[in-house]
Every structure is written in structure tokens, then in C-alpha cells.
């Protein structure tokens, strides 16, 4: 195995190890909400609303991830450790001034969010239930995304992933305890209900917070901190290279509003088609982010080892990892479909027992062979480019691939719509089940187009701009 392999292999396996557990987490919450009897669907959809509310404040805010990454990998390329302070500084401060901010707001946003997203009541009662819990994590959610861009930048997958593992695991075990409650011997414990899945991941949240404190005082006070004081994190806000930080991170930010747009659309679209389709487009999704917790973790490598490359300006090694990055996120893809092909039906089943969602969702389980296919260089080519800090061009792929999305259904919609009333049935589903496909093959133009363009300006904004290659 050449070099290059085992440097990416080394990044990468310790973030999917870690991502292998983020989709676990999402199934847990629904798997708690969906085996109360005679209010799954309900629970369920608690949870749905409210983790898409936390999924609108939060991917504002993933900038500090992977701003943080590439900015990081370029100053460890260039061997300037106190460059590397700094990076982690601005996104630590920034991280808990925006914190801050989200407690103040609170009130409002869910007022603002619930006005974006009508649902029934029962729903929206136990969805503002989950938020007010959850917000109170906002400080350790915040700066854990300016910890896991550092470590990735730092070369250091393994720490973001004992992070991302306390937190996931701490997640798991904390929902489902103060849910459902436990029994040992005669002592036992009945549980908070439905308001013990946000308390789980309140105490995850600053659980994995700790973990990360400790782990960068132990790896890298003295390697990277020696002799930095308060003077020095006061300083690391001024001059140039704070500009490049507020730079790139602001065509990031544009980046994340697609995202929110894209993800969010989906999940405001799918809740005019009732409870039990909104359910099956949140089970959809959340099978389809399964594939991405792997390749991510070779976009993690391709973002760290390409930033490193362009710090030290070595082009040949460079080019090296995307096209090595590349080779093994394509084996990714290839094997996800198998697993897609063989296991959609028994997935689906573990996230929930309820037979009607089931049988409702399996009509669209096809979408997932699809997902390895369409997202395998999407997510590839956002690692090199993060790694490069070529922000202006992931903006633009992800203003594009949103006009797609919307386009593609906007589109849909009105040729169905001109069909006329003969292709509805008396009660709508039939007409709303067809639309829900619509959505999903929007998302997979939105793959698509960002696919096309990041290709097509990978020579011209990248290699030329970062190497000045001909």
C-alpha cells in the first residue's frame, strides 16, 4: 500500500468510526418516540420538527467547522504552530459569542421557526418541549464544531473522533435512560418521558465539550500553546490573516444558508403532506446521511491532507490525495449500494416498528441506491476544496445546486398540477406520495449540479489559483 494510502487511511477510519454513530443517535431518538404506544407517530414527529429547528440554527453556524479545518491544515503545512493557536482562538471566541447569541434569541426563533413551519399542535407542543431543553447545550454544541475543525486541521482525526464518539454514545445512552427509565434488582427508574431524549443530549453535548478541553491541554499545550497567554488570544483578532479568517468563512456561511434552504426546504415541503409523509421523508433522509458518515470520513482525509499540501505549496502531493481520495470514496460508494440494495427494508424497520410507515416508505427505498452514485464526488470534492480554502467556488456550487433543487420540484409540481384532478385520489395521498418523490429527486439534482461545478472549476481555481499550475 503506497504512502499516500495509509496517510489517508489514517485520517479517515477514526471519522467514520465516529460518523458511524451519528445516524445511530438520530435512530435512537425516533426508535424511543416510535414505541410509545397509541403516540408514535406523533412522538416521532416531535422529534422530527424538533431536531430540524436545531438543524436551522446550527448549519448557520458550520462555517467554524470547516473554516476552521482548512485554515488549520494550511498552517500545519507550513509548520507555523502559533498560526495554529490562533486559527483555534478566533473559532473558539467567535464560537461562544454566537452561542451567546442563540440563548438570547431563543424565544423568538421559535416563534419565527413555527411560522416557517406550521404542524399540527400535539406536534408542535412536544417539538417547542425538545427545543427548550436542548438550546441550554448551545455553548458546548458551538465550540465543539471549532474543536472538530482544529483536530481535523491539526492532522488529528483520532481526537475529533473520542470526541464525537463521547458525545454520540453519551447521546445514546442518556435518551434512552431518562426516557424510558431502567430497572436494576428492585431499584428502578421510570423515566422523564419524551423530555429525557433533549436532556440526554444536553448532558452528551457538554460531555463531549469536556472531553475535547482535556484532550487538546494533553496533546498540544505544550506543542502548539507554549508561552500563549491572554495577550496573545486578544491579538489573534486583528491584522491579515483575521481577514482571510472573516473571508472565508463569510462565503461559508452563504454556503451553509443553501444547506439550511436545501435540508430545511425539504422538511417544510414535506409537512404539507400530512404526519405520516413527513415521517417518511425524515426516515428518507436520515437513511440517505447514512452513506455520507462514511465518505465524509475521506472528505476529512482529502480537507486535511490537501490543506497540508497547500501550506507547505508541495503540487505534486497534492494532486496525489485528490485523485487517491478520490479511488477510495468511489469504493465507498460501490459498496453502499450493495448495502442499500440488501438492507433498505430491515433499516427502515429498526428506525421504526409502526407497520404504517413502514409500508408507506417502502416505495421509496429505490432512492437509496442513487445516494452512492450521486453524493460519492459532491462530498469529495467539498474536502479538497475546504482543504484549499477555496471558498468563493463551494459558495457558488451551493447556491447552484439549490436553484436546481427547488427547480427540479417547482417544475415537477406544475406538470403535475396541469395533469389535473384525475391523478389525485379522493383523499390526496396518492397525488402527495408522488410529490414526495418530486422532493427526492430534487435532492439528487442538488448533488448533481454541485458534482458539475466543482469539477468543472477544480483546474482553474484550484491548481492554478493555489499552485499556479498551467
Known amino acids: 500500500m503506497k504512502s499516500i494510502d495509509k496517510d489517508i487511511l ?12 451519528v445516524p445511530i443517535v438520530g435512530i435512537v ?10 403516540a408514535a407517530e406523533t412522538m416521532m414527529g416531535g422529534i422530527t420538527i424538533g431536531s430540524v429547528l436545531f438543524d436551522l440554527l446550527y448549519w448557520n453556524f458550520f462555517f467554524l467547522r470547516i473554516g476552521t479545518g482548512g485554515l488549520t491544515a494550511q498552517a500545519v503545512g507550513r509548520k507555523d504552530y502559533r498560526e495554529c493557536a490562533n486559527v483555534f482562538s478566533r473559532a473558539f471566541g467567535i464560537a461562544m459569542m454566537l452561542a451567546i447569541g442563540i440563548l438570547l434569541i431563543q424565544w423568538l426563533f421559535i416563534d419565527v421557526a413555527f411560522y416557517i413551519f406550521p404542524c399540527e399542535p400535539d406536534v408542535q407542543a412536544l417539538a417547542s418541549e425538545y427545543f427548550f431543553i436542548r438550546i441550554w447545550a448551545a455553548p458546548a454544541t458551538m ?17 475529533s473522533m473520542v470526541t464525537d464518539l463521547v458525545v454520540n454514545l453519551m447521546n445514546i445512552v442518556m435518551s434512552i435512560v431518562l426516557a424510558l427509565g431502567f430497572r436494576i434488582g428492585s431499584w428502578h427508574y421510570e423515566g422523564m418521558g ?3 431524549i433533549a436532556v440526554g443530549t444536553v448532558i452528551a453535548q457538554y460531555s463531549g465539550l469536556l472531553t475535547a478541553i482535556l484532550l487538546l491541554l494533553f496533546k498540544y499545550r505544550v506543542r502548539v500553546f507554549t508561552g500563549y497567554g491572554l495577550h496573545d488570544f486578544l491579538e489573534a483578532f486583528k491584522g491579515g490573516e483575521m481577514k482571510k479568517f472573516f473571508v472565508v468563512n463569510t462565503n461559508l456561511f452563504v ?35 447514512i452513506f455520507s458518515y462514511f465518505t465524509d470520513g475521506f472528505s476529512y482525509a482529502g480537507e486535511a491532507l490537501s490543506g497540508k499540501f497547500v501550506g507547505a505549496q508541495d503540487r505534486t502531493m497534492f494532486r496525489v490525495t485528490v485523485r487517491h481520495t478520490f479511488v477510495w470514496s468511489m469504493a465507498v460508494a460501490a459498496f453502499f449500494v450493495v448495502i442499500y440494495w440488501v438492507l433498505g427494508v430491515p433499516m427502515l424497520r429498526m428506525i421504526t416498528p409502526d407497520a404504517e410507515v413502514v409500508a408507506a416508505a417502502r416505495p ?8 452512492p452514485v450521486f453524493g460519492c464526488a459532491a462530498f469529495t470534492w467539498d474536502g479538497i476544496y475546504i482543504g484549499a480554502t477555496e471558498s468563493r467556488s463551494i459558495r457558488q456550487a451551493a447556491i ?37 418523490h418530486l422532493l427526492l429527486g430534487g435532492y439528487f439534482v442538488h448533488l448533481l449540479v454541485r458534482t458539475i461545478y466543482l469539477s468543472a472549476t477544480y483546474k482553474k481555481q484550484v491548481l492554478r489559483k493555489y499552485f499556479k499550475e498551467d
Not at 10 to 21: F, M
Not at 145 to 154: A, L, P, Q, R, Y
Not at 260 to 275: A, D
Open 194 to 196: 419524551f423530555a429525557g
Open 255 to 289: 454556503r451553509s444558508i443553501c444547506f439550511i434552504l436545501i435540508y430545511m426546504g425539504f422538511t417544510m415541503i414535506s409537512t404539507h403532506y400530512g404526519t405520516l409523509l413527513m415521517d417518511v421523508g425524515a426516515i428518507m433522509m436520515k437513511l440517505l446521511m
Open 29 to 38: 431518538d425516533m426508535a424511543v418516540a416510535g414505541h410509545w404506544d397509541g
Open 10 to 21: 489514517k485520517l479517515a477510519i477514526p471519522s467514520i468510526l465516529a460518523n458511524i454513530t
Open 400 to 436: 447552484w445546486s439549490t436553484v436546481g433543487l427547488f427547480a427540479f420540484y417547482l417544475i415537477g409540481r406544475g406538470i403535475m398540477e396541469a395533469a389535473g384532478p384525475a391523478s389525485v385520489t379522493a383523499a390526496g395521498f396518492e397525488w402527495y406520495g408522488l410529490a414526495l
Open 364 to 371: 421509496y427505498l429505490w432512492w437509496l441506491l442513487l445516494m
Open 143 to 159: 465550540t465543539l464544531m471549532s474543536f472538530k475543525g482544529w483536530f481535523i486541521g491539526m492532522q488529528d482525526t483520532v481526537s
